[in-house]
């Protein structure tokens, strides 16, 4: 029979690794870190002890409250940090452990203070309370099925615009994912699986005080999900696992080295583990075997060819119809203004976007062109003026939110998502505003089944119509630039765009035949009705493809018109052509 | 309530002082080399255990002098080994090695110092002063002085001595200072060092008033990290401004109730991420491309 000192060894190894998943999830696919998370378990252990023991609530009732108010509290704490970039959602949570671990010892009317209580039930089945191998039992199955909803939830859409936001948040914004809800979501999420292991935790052991949920447990999380490998699910296990068997080493050695050690050796080994694994060993146990396995491979058999690419069944003329805008908008920029810091980068510039036409704005390096089209998509708000899209003023819009309203933008160093194939970049602009949620996702619903492969249908005719059909599993940092161009505007077509703001699309594109087939995709893009505003430096492209030029000069607006008249306009080869211009002496400056 | 106010605005003045010390070695970091020592507050815990130590078998200045150039010396040996190995990694990483090193660094203390408190004598002997009806003890003149004179030190530094010019170069644009000669990796050395033999300092003198301990480190750096937030991460006069006040908006919540201030911090720090929009460099994605080329 298997000793119970090696099942409570097993179930407590299953409980951290419960918990450190969490983490896992937020640092790796999230890309945000918790460095108080047991501040949650604490929050929903002391819960569900309390309700059970105090009020004799069932102990597996009292976990539904505890994770419930669990998950409140950490969208509490997140909301107002998760607004900011950067991390400091990790100094937050810091700070919100250092809290609730005073809370627990002050609070001794309910908490019992810093010796805890005891009496807490144990999880009970048909009227009699657990063994150890029973416990051991559904431990196991709990985190088998968390194992097993979560790996399904970081391969569906949530895992895909997850993914897309950590390789470019920007970029992922002008496609329509809210970010910040995105993280928010996994936030508490992982706070709900960390109070779902202090419950077990505690109707396991029936006695709770605050020790496992103090600050250097957080840390035990987050070296358990470093080692285990940020981006692998069952790695929180696999690290888990890995560090009691190391713990127990380190228990049975430092004694003999050093007599008098005690709870710093715990500290030393958890901080330089840390240190150590992140250094050396970032992606962690399974990171590292998944390597090993890829290396073998590759050795034992060449790579097969891609199998020939089945082409959509939609004709060209279809998917391009099927894009057509509802509606009929014009874009109306006017006298909006903006400076950095007391540099004027745009001045009094208005300008009118007449709809299903391309509109074009050019001037020198420096003009504000870029500026123009970042105050257009909400990344820069405009110190003055107002821009009005079909009579509704997009002031204080996010990006997010004009990407899910119909406005597109490529960018002029582009903005993909690097380590997802191109289909999968398509996708997420196809699903980024609807499709299945969290929940959906982990039970994965036959409307979810049937939702993805709508979208990957979708996103395959988008590559079509742009020339990439047979690349449609090749990852992005594989593709030459000029696919890469054609796949960023695939993916802003993937938004139904009704407008599309084109931030140089011709630079870098070096051949002739793809500029040729980036003005046909244009023009399509025109013919089905959406309007485009376009930024270029390559005066043949520009003038060959805008229906009207706005000519911009140090911030300002200097003429407005037709192809031909401002290619004409005198103020403009002044000002845009000065030199050149000059330096021809009456040759053909802007063509 | 009245009646306490003298004594609250000196001890929130004298914490403040040490919260804004700290404050201003996140900020030498932060703009030298982009990275938030999460660390940075176990030195201080080191500054004042080396004193402690010390101080048993040497005069006292020279036993803070030794116990920063010995913490100085720890700065560059957790540079070496965690953060210059990861040049690479991102700012998720950078933040998560340098908390793995601030739980080593206490592991250690603990090994070596114990559990318990230690006390360290005032650094002058005398009775403390009344002025009205607060009472300033000795060391808290000492405490206010010491970071003046720091504060002050450290502005001469970086104004008008070569090195000082340097590191501020390559915290403007460490891209310019490097083809000016500059060499960041020198550069970043210093800012570590520098940081770490500052914040021992600041444990030395805050000793005598706190009692040192191995578990000092972890309270100190989040504060002193609140204060860098409150004065925009990247203001060493506002890092410093930002510790007084965190310091006496702690002293005043401890008057009415004493496990009242670590929630006065975290108050604070959401309050100031809320109320302001500090976005460092660095932080989150790159600046937006600003156009052009």
Same mark, same amino acid.
């Given at each position: ?32 870190? *918790?460095?108080?998370?047991?501040? %949650? ?18 102990? !597996?009732?009292? $976990? ?5 108010? /669990? ?36 609070? /001794? ?58 390789? *470019? ?20 999420? +992982? ?15 029936? =006695? ?28 929180? !296990? ?8 190391? $713990? ?41 075997? #998944? ?8 050795? #034992? ?9 089945? +082409? ?38 208005? %300008? ?18 870029? /500026? ?16 009005? !899209? ?20 490529? =960018? ?60 449609? *599993? ?11 161009? $054609? ?105 | ?36 020592? %999460? ?31 010995? /913490?100085?010396?720890?700065?560059? @040996? ?32 603990? $090994?070596? !110092? ?8 005032? %650094?002058?002997?005398?009775?403390? @002063? ?27 530094? @970086? ?61 100190? &750096? ?16 506002? #890092? ?30 959401? &309050? ?22």
């Amino acid at each position: 029979m298997v000793s119970d000192y090696l099942l409570t060894a097993l179930i407590l190894t299953l409980t951290d690794g419960l918990a450190a998943v969490g983490l896992t999830l937020l640092a790796g696919f999230a890309g945000q870190v *918790s460095l108080g998370h047991m501040a %949650f378990a604490g929050i929903g252990a002391y819960t569900s002890a309390i309700l059970s023991a105090r009020f004799g609530l069932n102990p !597996w009732l009292a $976990m539904l409250p505890a994770t419930a108010i /669990t998950g409140l509290a950490a969208a509490l704490v997140g909301a107002p940090l998760l607004r900011l970039r950067g991390h400091y959602l990790a100094l937050g949570t810091l700070g919100l452990g250092l809290v609730i671990s005073s809370a627990m010892k002050e609070l /001794t009317g309910l908490t019992g203070g810093p010796s805890g209580f005891a009496g807490i039930p144990r999880l009970a089945l048909f009227g009699h309370p657990l063994s150890t191998l029973e416990y051991f039992g559904v431990t196991a199955l709990m985190a088998l099925g968390a194992g097993w909803l979560l790996t399904r939830l970081v391969r569906s859409r949530t895992g895909r615009l997850l993914q897309a936001t950590r390789d *470019s948040e920007i970029g992922a914004e002008m496609t329509g994912i809210d970010a910040r809800r995105l993280k928010l979501q996994i936030f508490t999420l +992982s706070a709900v699986l960390a109070a779902l292991s202090g419950s077990l935790y505690v109707h396991f052991v029936t =006695f709770i005080s605050p020790g496992p949920f103090e600050m250097l447990n957080s840390l035990k999380l987050l070296v358990i999900a470093t080692l285990g490998g940020m981006r692998s699910i069952p790695g929180a !296990w696999i690290g888990a696992g890995a560090l009691t068997l190391l $713990m127990e080493l380190v228990r049975d050695v430092v004694p003999r080295l050093l007599p008098n050690a005690g709870g710093e050796q715990q500290m030393i080994t958890y901080g330089l583990l840390m240190v150590l694994v992140l250094v050396y060993l970032p992606d962690g146990i399974t990171g590292a075997a #998944a390597r090993l396995v890829a290396r073998f491979r590759s050795k #034992a058999r060449r790579p097969q060819l891609d199998r020939a690419p089945s +082409s959509p069944a939609a004709s060209p003329a279809a998917i391009w119809e099927s894009l057509r805008p509802a509606r009929l908008q014009p874009l109306e920029v006017s006298r909006v203004a903006v400076s950095f810091g007391g540099f004027a980068a745009v001045r009094d510039v208005s %300008f009118t976007a007449a709809p299903g036409e391309v509109t074009a704005i050019i001037g020198p390096n420096g003009a504000g062109k870029t /500026t123009l089209f970042n105050l257009i998509c909400g990344l820069v708000h405009p110190t003055a003026g107002e821009i009005r !899209w079909g009579g509704r003023s997009l002031r204080g819009l996010s990006p997010n939110r004009l990407a899910r309203l119909g406005l597109g933008r490529t =960018f002029q160093n582009i903005r993909l998502f690097t380590h997802m194939t191109a289909l999968e970049n398509v996708m997420v602009g196809v699903e980024a505003a609807h499709g299945p949620g969290v929940l959906a996702s982990m039970l994965r619903f036959p409307q979810v089944v049937r939702a993805e492969a709508q979208t990957a249908a979708r996103a395959r005719e988008l590559l079509a119509v742009v020339g990439l059909a047979g690349e449609a *599993s090749t990852k992005v940092s594989h593709l030459p630039f000029g696919k890469q161009r $054609m796949l960023e505007l695939a993916r802003a077509l993937a938004i139904r765009p009704h407008l599309l703001l084109l931030d140089e699309p011709a630079s870098g594109l070096t051949s002739q035949e793809e500029r040729d087939a980036l003005v046909a995709v244009i023009r399509s893009i025109r013919e089905a009705g959406i309007s485009v505003i376009l930024v270029d430096h390559d005066m043949r492209f520009v003038m060959s493809l805008a229906d009207r030029v706005v000519v911009l000069a140090g911030g300002q607006r200097i003429a407005e018109g037709t192809p031909d008249r401002v290619q004409s306009d005198p103020n403009v080869i002044q000002a845009y052509l000065g030199e050149a211009a000059s330096a021809s002496e009456g040759g053909t400056p802007l063509t | 309530m009245w009646a306490q106010l003298p004594q609250v605005l000196v001890s929130g003045l004298t914490l403040g002082a040490i919260y804004g010390l700290v404050a201003l070695c996140f900020v030498t970091v932060f703009t030298v080399t982009r990275i938030i020592n %999460f660390a940075q507050g176990e030195f201080v815990m080191l500054g004042a255990l080396l004193t402690v130590s010390l101080a048993g078998s040497m005069p006292l200045p020279v036993a803070v002098a030794a116990a920063i150039l010995i /913490t100085a010396g720890a700065g560059l @040996f957790v540079y070496w080994l965690a953060i210059r190995p990861a040049r690479s990694a991102s700012d998720l990483t950078l933040v998560m090695i340098t908390i793995g090193i601030s739980t080593a660094l206490r592991g250690l203390a603990l $090994m070596v !110092w114990g559990t318990y408190p230690s006390p360290l004598r005032p %650094f002058s002997q005398g009775p403390d @002063f009344v002025v009205g009806t607060a009472v300033i003890s000795r060391q808290a003149l000492w405490t206010l002085g010491t970071v003046a004179a720091a504060v002050l030190l450290l502005h001469l530094f @970086f104004r008008h001595t070569r090195v000082g010019q340097a590191l501020r170069a390559c915290a403007v644009n460490p891209l310019a200072a490097r083809l000016m000669g500059i060499r960041p990796v020198l550069m970043h050395q210093i800012a570590f060092a520098l940081a770490a033999g500052l914040s021992a300092l600041g444990g030395a003198v805050v000793a005598p008033l706190t009692y040192a301990s191995y578990d000092m480190g972890l309270a100190l &750096g989040l504060k002193g990290f609140v204060a860098a937030i409150m004065g925009g991460l990247v203001h060493p006069a506002g #890092a410093v401004a930002g510790g007084l006040m965190l310091g006496l908006l702690e002293a005043g919540a401890g008057s009415i109730r004493s496990s009242l201030t670590d929630v006065v911090t975290f108050v604070v720090l959401l &309050g100031v991420l809320l109320g302001t929009r500090v976005q460092p460099l660095g932080l989150g994605e790159r600046e937006i491309d600003a156009g052009g080329v």
